[in-house]
């Protein structure tokens, strides 16, 4: 074989490898209209664990990315109540904590885990709502004021402090960070409807999105 053939054998191989090389560093370019990230997303979106107000088997679930400290989830709050009575078998909200506002975010989370063992979840949270004003704080959390809140509704304090420090809410605490942060949630509240997000956002696309996704349900 002459110097030139030897030459050029040696810069085909070389090519070749560097191809494979690249194959493997980059993979196969995605199959337009697929998304390579779906899969990770759309199990970050909604867990197993997470809490449900309305029938656990409604046909039309409603994600909300929660603060309990957040004044926007106060306001939409009654919208949400109003589209549960509105469709009592047909819609679901899946609660995702959002501890956006600190501590004070982090503790009634907390709370309301423990409220949810004790079955009294829903009484808590609206506690936290209508009495936001006085607990919210972007500062240390005004632990004596949170804690009476939630016993005046109903939650047993000596085992909630026991409670909230149990794996099961740790755990869950933890994964839903991780999980907004996996969406690139920015703001709350962020809903998503049938996995499909609220966009543009506002009561009355909200209310018009649920509407068209409980039709679309029925038909």
């Not at 990770?40 to 400290?69: C, H, M, N, Q, W």
């Not at 819609?91 to 004790?118: C, D, N, W």
């Not at 959390?141 to 016993?151: G, H, L």
Request: glycine fraction near 6%.
């Amino acid at each position: 074989m002459s110097n030139k053939s030897l030459v050029l054998s040696v810069l085909a191989f070389g090519l070749a490898i560097f191809a494979v090389l690249l194959y493997f560093e980059t993979g196969p370019a995605p199959v337009a209209g697929t998304d390579p990230g779906e899969p990770k997303t759309s199990e970050a979106l909604i867990r197993p664990y997470s809490p449900i107000l309305g029938p656990e088997d409604a046909p039309v679930t409603i994600i909300e990315f929660f603060d309990p400290a957040c004044e926007a989830c106060r306001a939409f709050y009654p919208v949400v109540k109003d589209i549960l009575a509105q469709y009592p078998d047909d819609v679901r909200v899946v609660i995702r904590y959002t501890p956006f506002h600190g501590q004070s975010s982090e503790v009634a989370v907390k709370l309301m885990e423990a409220a949810r063992m004790q079955g009294v979840y829903e009484e808590v949270m609206q506690a936290f709502m209508v009495y936001q004003d006085a607990w919210a704080s972007r500062g240390p959390p005004n632990m004596e004021k949170i804690r009476s809140i939630a016993a005046g509704a109903g939650l047993d304090l000596d085992a909630a402090m026991t409670q909230i420090k149990s794996p099961d809410i740790i755990a869950i605490f933890n994964q839903d960070k991780a999980d907004v942060e996996t969406m690139g949630i920015q703001q709350t509240p962020t809903f998503f409807v049938n996995g499909k997000p609220l966009d543009p956002f506002g009561e009355a696309q909200f209310r018009k999105q649920v509407a068209a996704e409980v039709e679309a349900a029925k038909s």
